[in-house]
């Protein structure tokens, strides 16, 4: 069972906006930034947003982070097919002596 | 361009040892926290192990503490994870990635390809 709960799927057709929840808790989303990654199968996992709601470099600005309190959310507009992944949330948690924690992902599919 | 690349799984039996290596590239190593996340066969990722720039802090997730060490050698540009007392559920896609500056706190950013570790029981 993970840290931060994600809800296993979601899905949308092109076009349309997605957006994926996570949750966790003081310890960590309520303390500290939230990151998302996305994982297409056989790549390695890319850095879609840092620090809550900023976007690296290359990264379209059809993707965007928000955070509230212990949850945090991915918007995904203007779907495209290309968008379908894993996505994954994670936080640093300041618990016992710290430690990363992730979500149990989120598979996107574009209908 | 920063490079990651991972080496060092393969094919061990229960209770063994492996040590995994990611040789860097790219970027000022010795300033750099690196990690070890995991993907297990039709899972999601585990995070398992943070060091920091220095190598003076590391981190462990608990269903590793123990039996894994993670270090630096700051000459060779490679972090390493040593696992001992593999069990069946170590089975898994290892993948280093590089952290933020000094600190173990801040993005994961580039991932390696990921080496794969089987643990046979």
């Known amino acids: 069972q993970s840290v931060l709960t994600q809800p296993p799927s979601a899905s949308g057709t092109p076009g349309q906006r997605v957006t994926i929840s996570c949750s966790g808790s003081s310890s960590n989303i309520g303390s500290n930034y939230v990151y998302w990654y996305q994982h297409l199968p056989g790549t390695a996992p890319k850095l879609l947003i840092y620090r809550n709601n900023q976007r690296p470099s290359g990264v379209p600005d059809r993707f965007s982070g928000s955070k509230s309190d212990t949850s945090a959310s991915l918007a995904i507009s203007g779907l495209r097919s290309e968008d379908e992944a894993a996505y994954y949330c994670?936080?640093?948690?300041?618990?016992?002596?710290?430690?990363?924690?992730f979500g149990g992902g989120t598979k996107l599919t574009v209908l | 361009e920063v490079h990651l690349l991972e080496s060092g799984g393969g094919l061990v039996q229960s209770g063994g040892s492996l040590r995994l290596s990611c040789a860097a590239s790219g970027f000022t190593f010795g300033s750099y926290a690196m990690s070890w996340v995991r993907q297990p066969p039709g899972k999601g990722l585990e995070w398992v192990s943070s060091?920091?720039?220095?190598?003076?802090?590391?981190y462990y997730a608990d269903s590793v503490k123990g039996r894994f060490t993670i270090s630096r050698d700051e000459s060779e540009n490679t972090v390493y994870l040593q696992m001992n007392s593999l069990r069946a559920d170590d089975t898994a896609l290892y993948y280093c990635?590089?952290?933020?500056?000094?600190?173990?706190?801040?993005?994961?950013?580039?991932w390696g390809q990921g080496t794969l570790v089987t643990v046979s029981s």
């Open positions: 994670a936080a640093w948690d300041d618990s016992l002596s710290g430690h990363w924690v």
């Open positions: 060091i920091s720039g220095s190598g003076g802090s590391t």
């Open positions: 990635a590089k952290g933020a500056i000094f600190g173990v706190a801040g993005a994961l950013d580039p």
